[in-house]
Each structure stands twice: as structure tokens, then as C-alpha cells.
């Protein structure tokens, strides 16, 4: 099938990144967040970043306009009922994915693709709550999406053929670079990041080196652009931690149990970027 609408369903981090990253690739979008006032600021702050973009030269006027012309926004789940294919990008909770995707198969049209953004959960499980397993897949972009080059295509067992080549479809013509993947936890990318990351926190807890050192060793030794900790904070320490924990579930790999540290972090509301404050401190604009 060719996708010419989406519906983005999540307007966080990722879900505004992706709405831009299609807008922009000329799908017609339509962005959902459960509050009105929510998908407004979101709609705003796009408004907002694309002014910035033709500002410094990386936009033309004609193109700011017409992608912000291909973006909607709305509380309301059944404005999504007449799209080709929906993301979700809600909080990293497989029970909150699993309603949302049986909200999903009631309101989208028969036919339409419903892909789910998640970093580590079975898209299996997301795929049995519907009557349409067949049309259900993974398709995990990266932070921030815009910027980003690949994208993650996660193929359940359940997955038609079709899905999944009507998603690296839409994945190229955002103009990024798919790679497929089976459903494990992880993927290929936070398979092998986040014992990385996970270990980073360790070591900052063993008071082995600081925080700046850590980061400074691994951008100067690995040529890594950012350290550890600049790079939990932008993931998000909320995000990062249902990653591990969903990597745990599925390996039982001690390298995946979390670092208390990182639990404490996110118990004390220290998210990282996104609440102004993780393992750095963020001056909000
Ligand atoms: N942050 C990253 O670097 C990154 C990268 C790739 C994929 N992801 C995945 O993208 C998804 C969203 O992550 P994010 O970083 O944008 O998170 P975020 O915290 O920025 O946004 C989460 C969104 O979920 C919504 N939400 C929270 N609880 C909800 C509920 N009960 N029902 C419906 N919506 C709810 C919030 O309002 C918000 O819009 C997750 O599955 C995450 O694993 C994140």
C-alpha cells in the first residue's frame, strides 16, 4: 500500500520529532496528544523550530509553509480513523501501548499499518491485542528523529510482507536508512547500547571517575560526539530505565539489570533534559 497520511499518536520527544520528519517529507500528518492543549504547544513549538530552520538558512520560506499546511493536530483518536498508517510514540508501558492498540484497531481504517516507536517491548504483544496482526510492526526511529539517519524496522513473527515493505517505504521516503530487524528486545541499536550505558551509571556509582571525566574519556577515546551521561539525559533516565528493564525481562543478563542509581534518579523526577534536570542540569529557553 502507499502511505500518504499518517497519524502520529504520542507528541513527547519522539512523537513531535517524527511528526516533523514526515511533515516535512511531504505526508500529510495528523498529531494526536490525549489533551488539546498539549498537541497545540506541540503544533507551536514545530511552528517555532521551522522559523528557527529558515532563519539560519536550512529551510525555504516555501517549504516551512507548506509542511506546516500537512500538519494537524488533535486530542481526539478518531481524527486518525482515515490514515494509511499510524505511529505510536507513548510512554515505554506495554499495558499503556496494549490499550492504545486496541483504541487503535477499533478507530483506523481496515488496511491502515499500526507501527509502535518502542525501543524494546515485544511488538508481538502489541500485534495480538488487535484483529489485524498482520498489518502490525516496528518502526523505531531515533532521537532527535529529524536529525537522525536510521530507523529500526521490527518485524513480529505475526507481520505480513506487505507491512513491512510499506513501512521501509515510508522509513526511505522520510529519507532515512532502514534496517530490518527480528522482535527481541533491543533491537539491534539498545541490544547493545544500554549495557554501555547501564555500565557508565556503575561506574559513576563505584566513584571510579566523575561524571565530566567518564563522558570526556568517551568522546576523546572512542570519538563518540557525546558521553554517557549527555546521552542518557537526552534519551531520557524514564525512558532509559523501562529499556533496561524490558531487557532484563527478556535476557535475565545481569549487564541489563539497572544500576540503582539510575532508578533513583527517575523515583526523585530527575528525567534528564525533558524535566530540566538528570545527571546535568538544563536551563529551560
Ligand atoms: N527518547 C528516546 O531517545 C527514544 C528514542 C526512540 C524511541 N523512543 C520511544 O518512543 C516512545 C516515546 O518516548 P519519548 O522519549 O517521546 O517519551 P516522552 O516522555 O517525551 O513522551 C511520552 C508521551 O507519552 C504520553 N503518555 C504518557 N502516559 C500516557 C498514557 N497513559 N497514555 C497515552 N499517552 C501517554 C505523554 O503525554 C507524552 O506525549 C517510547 O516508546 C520510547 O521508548 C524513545
Redesign the pocket.
Given at each position: 500500500m502507499t502511505v500518504k497520511r499518517v497519524g502520529i499518536v504520542?507528541?513527547?520527544?519522539?512523537?513531535a520529532g517524527i511528526a516533523e520528519t514526515a511533515a516535512k517529507a511531504g505526508f500529510e500528518v495528523v498529531l494526536r496528544?490525549?489533551r488539546q492543549e498539549t498537541a497545540d504547544a506541540t503544533l507551536a513549538a514545530l511552528e517555532k523550530s521551522l522559523a528557527k530552520q529558515v532563519e539560519r538558512g536550512k529551510l525555504s520560506e516555501e517549504d516551512r509553509s507548506a509542511t506546516i499546511a500537512r500538519v494537524t493536530v488533535t486530542s481526539d483518536l478518531a481524527d486518525l480513523a482515515g490514515v494509511d498508517l499510524v505511529i505510536e510514540?507513548?510512554?515505554?508501558d506495554l499495558e499503556?501501548k496494549k490499550h492504545?492498540f486496541r483504541e487503535l484497531d477499533r478507530t483506523v481504517g481496515d488496511g491502515a499499518i499500526l507501527a509502535t516507536?518502542?525501543?524494546t517491548l515485544p511488538v508481538v504483544e502489541l500485534a495480538m491485542e488487535t484483529n489485524r496482526p498482520g498489518s502490525v510492526c516496528g518502526i523505531?526511529?531515533?532521537?532527535p528523529a529529524p536529525a537522525m539517519s536510521l530507523v529500526e524496522i521490527v518485524r513480529p513473527l505475526t507481520a505480513a510482507e506487505e507491512t513491512i515493505a510499506g513501512a521501509r517505504a515510508f522509513a526511505i521516503a522520510c529519507g532515512k536508512d532502514p534496517v530490518e530487524v527480528k522482535d527481541q528486545a533491543g533491537f539491534i541499536v539498545n541490544h547493545l547500547l544500554f549495557p554501555y550505558l547501564n555500565n557508565a551509571v556503575r561506574l559513576l556509582e563505584q566513584g571510579v571517575a566523575s561524571r565530566d571525566d567518564i563522558d570526556t574519556a568517551m568522546k576523546g577515546g572512542c570519538n563518540f560526539p557525546m558521553g554517557p551521561f549527555a546521552l542518557l539525559d537526552l534519551?531520557?533516565l524514564d525512558?532509559s530505565l523501562?529499556?533496561l528493564d524490558a531487557l532484563y525481562t527478556e535476557f535475565r543478563d545481569p549487564h541489563y539489570a539497572a544500576v540503582p542509581l539510575l532508578r533513583r534518579m527517575v523515583t526523585a523526577g530527575r528525567l534528564g533534559r525533558?524535566s530540566g534536570e538528570g545527571f546535568y542540569e538544563y536551563h529551560r529557553k
Open positions: 504520542g507528541s513527547g520527544i519522539m512523537g496528544s490525549r510514540s507513548v510512554v515505554e499503556t492504545l516507536n518502542t525501543s523505531h526511529f531515533f532521537n534519551v531520557g525512558t523501562a529499556i525533558k
